[in-house]
């Protein structure tokens, strides 16, 4: 009897994928520290380890809390939400900044909402490019063991036939 592959490339807690998170996490940490400087009006002080990460660490819990309540909103107002959100889907990065800078003034500031607008879609946008690749790089996978598990189901006895 063969022993069963162990994948690692998939570490899950309830549903979520936990490798996903981390590089989403390290990739927020670096666009706080290294890509929000270079956008006119965005300040962001301190250094990679720890605040950037801490930082990302609170991105990812507020980017869940504005889904979650958006969410509601699109129900409780039974659809006409979905509206505006649809319109105004570029401005929720900037608000999501806003918040943190609001609660963390010390180590993340805008000059104005233009500057958290640009900061946001500046955001946005690598985000849609590296969620685009971990799709594609999941998707490869989802292939590849689909693929062996035909292979593996196919090699069985065929005494069901």
């Known amino acids: 009897m063969p022993i069963p592959a162990v994948s690692t490339a998939k570490f899950t807690f309830k549903g979520i994928n936990?490798?996903?998170?981390?590089?989403?996490?390290?990739?927020?940490?670096?666009?706080l520290v290294f890509v929000l400087p270079l956008v006119p009006g965005a300040h962001f002080t301190g250094g990679f380890w720890p605040e950037g990460v801490a930082y990302?660490?609170?991105m990812a819990a507020v980017t869940w809390a504005f889904g979650v309540a958006l969410a509601f909103f699109?129900?409780?107002?039974?659809?006409?939400?979905a509206i505006l959100l649809i319109f105004g889907f570029w401005l929720i990065p900037a608000m999501q900044l806003q918040l943190l800078a609001h609660f963390f003034p010390q180590n993340?500031?805008?000059?104005?909402?233009?500057?958290?607008?640009?900061a946001g879609l500046v955001m946005m946008v690598i985000n849609i490019l590296t969620g685009s690749?971990?799709?594609s790089a999941n998707a490869s996978v989802k292939r590849k063991n689909m693929r062996k598990d035909n292979e593996d189901s196919g090699n069985g006895d065929d005494s069901g036939k």
């Open 108 to 118: 993340l500031a805008f000059d104005s909402w233009g500057s958290a607008i640009l």
């Open 18 to 31: 936990m490798t996903k998170l981390a590089l989403r996490v390290l990739l927020t940490a670096f666009f």
């Open 133 to 135: 690749i971990t799709a």
């Open 56 to 58: 990302g660490v609170l």
């Open 74 to 81: 699109t129900i409780g107002t039974l659809g006409l939400g």
